[in-house]
């Protein structure tokens, strides 16, 4: 009988806002055996996440420059065609002066 290939694994677990203890360790625990070399990526807003999820490096991200946040919403939303959306740069400015946050 033949044994089933083990593959590398990559998973990522995005935006991760459960902060229970056990249920993190007991996540934390069952993915640890995998096979060797496979990696696991967790996205939160917690330390506390990912100190508990056992994390090796924690990268703390930054926000974007409003002009760069900008540029990469129009280019991601409309690619070259924000010509065919007049209103598009009047909403951005709108909300950019009352300080509405942009999750890109």
């Not at 590398?8 to 806002?17: A, F, S, T």
């Not at 330390?47 to 540029?71: P, Q, R, S, V």
């Not at 280019?75 to 065919?84: C, L, V």
Request: net charge negative; hydrophobic share 35%; proline share 2%.
């Amino acid at each position: 009988m033949m044994s089933p290939k083990l593959s590398l694994v990559l998973l990522v677990l995005d935006d991760v806002w459960n902060e229970d203890h056990n249920e993190c360790y007991n996540l934390r625990t069952s993915l640890s055996s995998g096979v060797e070399g496979s990696k696991i990526i967790v996205t939160t807003r917690s330390e506390k996440i990912a100190t508990i999820m056992g994390t090796t490096y924690i990268h703390h991200l930054e926000g974007l420059f409003e002009d760069n946040c900008w540029a990469l919403f129009k280019q991601r939303t409309y690619g070259h065609n924000e010509d065919h959306h007049p209103n598009l740069s009047t909403n951005w400015q709108t909300n950019s002066e009352r300080n509405v946050e942009v999750y890109l």
